[in-house]
């Protein structure tokens, strides 16, 4: 199912935890929605822009599968609400100062700079227009307000 022009309901739900341990990620319609909505205001422009593939690493889980890779109790994945991804030759940083400058959405996070990856939010319900910076400390994640890169 083609969520939009260059995003496929597959790839936003494609999971190799859940393939491996046999869980069901199939969302509702209701998540489905949200998954266009977020393909829509934030991949699809962010794809345009750089006229490069966007690598989504992970979109929706299911509740199971959050629990089962540690995921937050909050997280926005879970409605499919949220994507973490990369951007084919680009640099994070770059894809991160663009989407905070040019589009709406609830959260973006910086996430453990160009070895890690950008996590973008977007919900029809809040549009907070909050960055952060995820870091590895003292064996810990943390999340630092704003880009503290």
């Not at 069901?24 to 962010?46: G, M, Q």
């Not at 690598?55 to 949220?82: D, F, M, W």
């Not at 589009?103 to 907070?128: C, K, N, P, T, V």
Request: net charge neutral.
């Amino acid at each position: 199912m083609q969520l939009s022009e260059n995003f496929t309901l597959e790839e936003m739900v494609r999971s190799q935890t859940a393939a491996r341990l046999g869980i069901d990620n199939t969302p509702s319609p209701e998540v489905v929605a949200n998954l266009k909505a977020l393909c829509v205001h934030v991949l699809e422009p962010v794809r345009a822009h750089f006229n490069s593939p966007v690598i989504v690493s992970s979109g929706y889980r299911c509740p199971q599968l959050n629990v089962t890779i540690g995921g937050s109790k909050t997280s926005q994945h879970c409605n499919g609400e949220a994507a973490d991804f990369r951007v084919l030759g680009q640099h994070n940083i770059v894809v991160f100062k663009w989407i905070w400058h040019n589009l709406d959405y609830d959260q973006l996070i910086y996430e453990f700079g160009e070895s890690g990856w950008i996590h973008a939010s977007f919900s029809a319900h809040r549009m907070r227009n909050m960055e952060l910076t995820a870091v590895r400390r003292g064996g810990r994640v943390q999340y630092l307000p704003g880009l503290a890169a």
